[in-house]
């Protein structure tokens, strides 16, 4: 077993081959964190680790020990209000008004496997060898409640994973107003935070600001995890770059509101907190009645941001994505939104899927404006049945005809939000979120069905699924284009306000998880204006997002990029995009636009019908490239080489599990006038393994690549150089590398 109890200095030591974490039992029957970090050798007793110091002021909890103060103590799940002055892990309003609480030790258990969390997403595991599970009860008498915290610790990866369970056990209802998923204090502040923030077209670019005393954090209150700030943390040491140096990441495994902060006392430790957000957060709990907050995952490192990021791709892709297309290579699609809008008849739609085929695509998506009475942003949204003026066939005649041409059918849709005009409104009008006797603010034309009503969840799910019943659809694009607003259901109490938030994204998952056991060869993509609901929690019901609605190549370079700290490549919907751009009216080369996009899962938003004969060739080849190295792009192992946030240059490469196979991507902005010679030093190969490259006439073992580098000047010795000119601005490459043993 991973988990170790020592009865005798009642510790817990949960190791591996890469990490320890270790706290104890308190003297005040409390529960004290002693380390997390790089594996150390297991002892009966690390009491010695147990910090604690008499400081004038404190308030302590025994009379005659001026040294145990809980202000001063690095705690495992902290509580506010006897002696704590920092913010508490939870927080319950009580009957009598009181708000202290004193959750003791009762028990544990230890056991193989891990559990699955009710109505959450979260890591699993295939076998029970795969990782050993630790379940802590601690009990606070005076309001007869049960806590029970959960740890996993996988046994091949530098993995924690936590949540907490509570539970009334009394016949008083208590009042939870903040349950953190996931609490460490750390003994001191030396740290960077990184974190993955942005807005729309602009998701996910890597910050990073020093650790000061106070409070640093991220948040979400939108009803989404948002494009504006990533469920994600990582707190790096001074120094750590991508290939060395020690790094903690944090994440959340949930698509709502949260919270990620770090508390620093002036006494420089630092407290990370991690779990749903507790603004606008009441969950009244009544006798017998429990709460399951969402999983957090601490992953370590001390061998640099990329290791930590192989990590979290190794866990997510394989231990969070469920279903067939966990595992598959992706389909090739074409999507005709940029291509026609709401503007399209079925022969119009026929013709592109015909011409999808010919290039070598695999699937045609159609998105918007198939359905009720939308020709427009202001109409016909939550009435999921087909406008058979543009579609006579309907999406069942429709689909089948283009299944019949040799290529798959993908359909959009958009199943929590609603336009007034629209017969779903009309009739139910009760069934969006608003709050009486408010204003009620819109969002792109659209109001927000009230997702904690079953009701609601129901309805959408019976006409989802007879309509995908009846149709041969294999792949679904579900969008999400507007923060939440006025959040209030009229389906509930008033003292049930408090729970609105997170019941719909209880009932979001409900639905997903109702329609992927339903449609289990469907791929569902998760989407939200662009990136805006990117996060672990969806991943367990779509393997793939879209990235961003920006598919500016050049945005793209920053995007992808910085979605790669934490999400794996075979996540990122990524796409070619017609010239001018639609959100940056950049121009750039096709095949740099393709040579990004290859990094994903790929696809055109762009109007195939329309190309030129160069366009039209370029492309095909586009096509059979992917085909051919698709298993590598989206399940090789990812090595960020040069940051588009640091440079001029981006480079990234993909590995093959044997090394025997290798992609890099090499990109550059601008041309500078009279560059110097250029290098980039790869990794992940095999040293000992010779290698061909293409656009090179020779051949170079892995070391070499490795210590010395790949040449990417645009000028070099001719005999050896593909290029030997000079290419301009928005410049791409690709090498492909095989071992030629």
């Not at 909890?61 to 001026?66: A, V």
């Not at 979605?563 to 751009?581: D, E, F, K, L, R």
Request: with cysteine.
């Amino acid at each position: 077993m991973a988990i170790k109890y020592h009865e005798n200095s009642k510790t817990f030591h949960l190791y591996n081959e890469s990490i320890s974490y270790i706290f104890k039992v308190l003297e005040n029957n409390q529960l004290g964190q002693l380390y997390f970090g790089n594996k150390i050798k297991d002892r009966d007793n690390f009491d010695h680790l147990l910090e604690m110091q008499s400081r004038t002021m404190s308030v302590c909890i025994y009379e005659n020990n001026p040294y145990f103060s809980l202000e001063h103590i690095k705690q495992e799940y902290p509580t506010y209000g006897s002696g704590d002055m920092r913010y508490p892990a939870i927080d319950i309003s009580q009957k009598n008004g009181g708000k202290v609480l004193n959750f003791e030790f009762v028990s544990f258990k230890i056991f193989k496997g891990k559990k699955t969390l009710n109505g959450l997403p979260a890591t699993y595991v295939e076998n029970a060898d795969e990782a050993d599970s630790l379940e802590i009860t601690l009990y606070d008498k005076l309001i007869e409640t049960k806590l029970k915290l959960l740890y996993t610790i996988y046994n091949e990866l530098p993995v924690i994973t936590r949540s907490v369970n509570i539970e009334n056990c009394g016949s008083d209802d208590i009042k939870l107003n903040r349950i953190m998923s996931l609490n460490l204090d750390l003994p001191d502040m030396d740290y960077e935070m990184l974190e993955l923030t942005g807005a729309w077209a602009r998701e996910r670019h890597i910050k990073t600001r020093k650790l000061e005393q106070g409070i640093q954090s991220i948040y979400s209150m939108r009803g989404c995890s948002s494009a504006n700030f990533n469920p994600f943390i990582a707190l790096k040491r001074e120094g750590c770059t991508e290939y060395k140096g020690e790094i903690i990441g944090f994440s959340l495994i949930y698509s709502g509101n949260f919270l990620a902060q770090v508390d620093v006392d002036t006494y420089d430790t630092s407290r990370v907190s991690l779990g749903i957000n507790p603004h606008g957060f009441e969950w009244i709990l009544k006798s017998d009645e429990s709460f399951q907050t969402p999983e957090a995952v601490i992953v370590y490192s001390g061998k640099g941001i990329n290791d930590m990021s192989q990590t979290f791709h190794s866990l997510y892709q394989k231990r969070l994505a469920r279903g067939k297309y966990r595992d598959e290579v992706r389909p090739i699609l074409v999507n005709n939104w940029e291509a026609t809008y709401f503007d399209f008849d079925e022969e119009k739609l026929i013709s592109f899927a015909e011409k999808s085929k010919s290039l070598g695509a695999e699937l045609f998506v159609l998105d918007d404006g198939w359905f009720g009475n939308r020709n427009n942003s202001k109409s016909g949204l939550g009435d999921w049945h087909p406008n058979l003026e543009k579609i006579p066939s309907g999406i069942d005649g429709l689909s089948k005809k283009i299944n019949k041409l040799g290529i798959k059918f993908g359909l959009w849709i958009e199943p929590e939000m609603v336009n007034k005009d629209s017969e779903l409104y009309r009739n139910h009008p009760e069934w969006i979120l608003q709050t009486p006797n408010r204003n009620l603010s819109q969002g792109r034309n659209q109001y927000v069905l009230d997702f904690s009503n079953n009701e609601v969840v129901d309805y959408i799910y019976d006409t989802l699924k007879n309509l995908l019943e009846k149709s041969e659809v294999s792949y679904i694009k579900w969008d999400m284009n507007r923060s939440m607003s006025e959040v209030y259901s009229l389906a509930h109490k008033s003292e049930d306000q408090g729970k609105i938030m997170h019941k719909y994204i209880l009932g979001l998952y409900d639905l997903y998880e109702r329609l992927i056991n339903d449609f289990p060869n469907i791929l569902f993509e998760s989407c939200a204006s662009g990136g805006s609901r990117f996060d672990p929690g969806m991943l367990y019901y779509a393997p793939q997002a879209w990235t961003s609605d920006n598919t500016d190549a050049i945005e793209r370079l920053k995007i992808q990029y910085g979605s790669s700290i934490v999400y794996p490549i075979s996540s990122m919907g990524s796409h070619v995009s017609a010239a001018p751009n639609e959100q940056m009216y950049r121009n750039t080369p096709l095949d740099t636009r393709a040579n990004v996009a290859y990094f994903g899962t790929f696809g055109y938003e762009l109007d195939v019908t329309n190309l030129s004969e160069d366009e039209e060739k370029i492309i095909i080849e586009q096509i059979k490239f992917m085909k051919k190295y698709r298993d590598i792009f989206q399940f090789g192992k990812f090595y960020r080489l040069s940051s588009p946030f640091s440079s001029n240059e981006t480079s990234w490469m993909v590995v093959s599990e044997d090394k025997k196979l290798a992609i890099v991507g090499y990109y550059r902005v601008l041309q500078k006038v009279n560059q110097s010679f250029r290098r980039v030093k790869l990794l992940g190969l095999d040293p000992n393994l010779e290698y061909v490259i293409s656009t090179y006439d020779y051949k170079v073992y892995g070391d070499e690549l490795m210590n010395v580098g790949l040449i990417t000047s645009d000028y070099s010795s001719g005999k050896y150089r593909g290029v030997g000119k000079i290419e301009g601005d928005y410049l791409s490459r690709l090498y492909v590398l095989k071992s030629i043993s």
